[in-house]
């Protein structure tokens, strides 16, 4: 099945810092979203981004379909920003299945 | 709100006990699904519904049971549940023909002692 790896794994910043975390899959897909898990554990869906460009405030994401990786960016990071953030991909071959990488944790601190 | 509805958020089991999450949503969506959390290993997929009256297995379906119940409701069953089962369960949905992605509910922490 699809390989979804995301990095870096952990990631600490001071508040106000920016970041880029990216999120690289092994096939080609037909959905591409990035979640936020929160400190309290709910999933929260920031982007659904197959491919192109998105931006939400302080969130933007770009997905290269063709080089087959995905980028979200956190600008003027805040502490509500602390949690863990999944990629999901769904490829071609699989008409319903949503695969998850194992996440980044990202924390940010006052 | 619209969404997706989980209950319980919380239950502990004795080993060997059963018990059903239940999930329900209102948006209408076709395709619904189960996942479990655990520490370092992402969400897997336990279970699907790819619509109404139809139930496929995902990556680690061995010790459920679900059933879709109709659209709006999908259920998953422990039928006796073991230690390894303690994990976190999210119920989620998607209307495949729509681009806007799934939904998750907000999870059940189910602990097996």
């Known amino acids: 099945g699809i390989q979804v790896e995301q990095s870096p794994p952990d990631l600490i910043l001071q508040e106000g810092a920016n970041s880029t975390l990216r999120c690289n899959f092994s096939?080609?897909?037909?959905?591409l979203q990035w979640f936020h898990q929160n400190p309290w554990g709910q999933l929260i869906n920031l982007f659904y981004?197959?491919?192109g460009t998105k931006q939400n405030g302080r969130l933007s994401a770009t997905t290269v379909a063709t080089e087959r990786y995905s980028l979200l960016y956190i600008s003027s990071s805040q502490t509500t920003d602390s949690g863990v953030y999944f990629c999901?991909?769904?490829?071609?071959?699989?008409?319903?299945?949503?695969?998850f990488g194992k996440g980044t944790l990202l924390t940010v601190n006052p | 709100n619209a969404g997706v509805t989980q209950t319980p958020k919380f239950q502990v089991l004795k080993t060997g006990q059963s018990m059903t999450l239940q999930c329900a949503q209102d948006?209408?969506?076709?395709?619904m699904y189960w996942y479990r959390q655990d520490p370092g290993m992402g969400l897997r997929l336990i279970y699907y519904?790819?619509?109404?009256?139809?139930?496929d297995k995902g990556e680690v379906p061995n010790g459920y049971n679900v059933s879709r119940l109709n659209k709006r409701e999908f259920s998953l069953r422990l039928e006796s549940a073991a230690p390894s089962q303690t994990s976190v369960y999210f119920c989620?949905?998607?209307?495949?023909?729509?681009?806007?992605?799934?939904?998750f509910g907000s999870g059940t922490r189910l602990t097996v002692v």
């Open positions: 989620a949905s998607s209307e495949p023909r729509q681009s806007y992605g799934y939904t």
């Open positions: 948006m209408n969506h076709n395709s």
């Open positions: 519904s790819a619509s109404e009256g139809t139930t």
């Open positions: 096939d080609s897909v037909n959905n």
């Open positions: 999901a991909v769904r490829s071609g071959g699989s008409n319903y299945k949503l695969t």
């Open positions: 981004i197959p491919s």
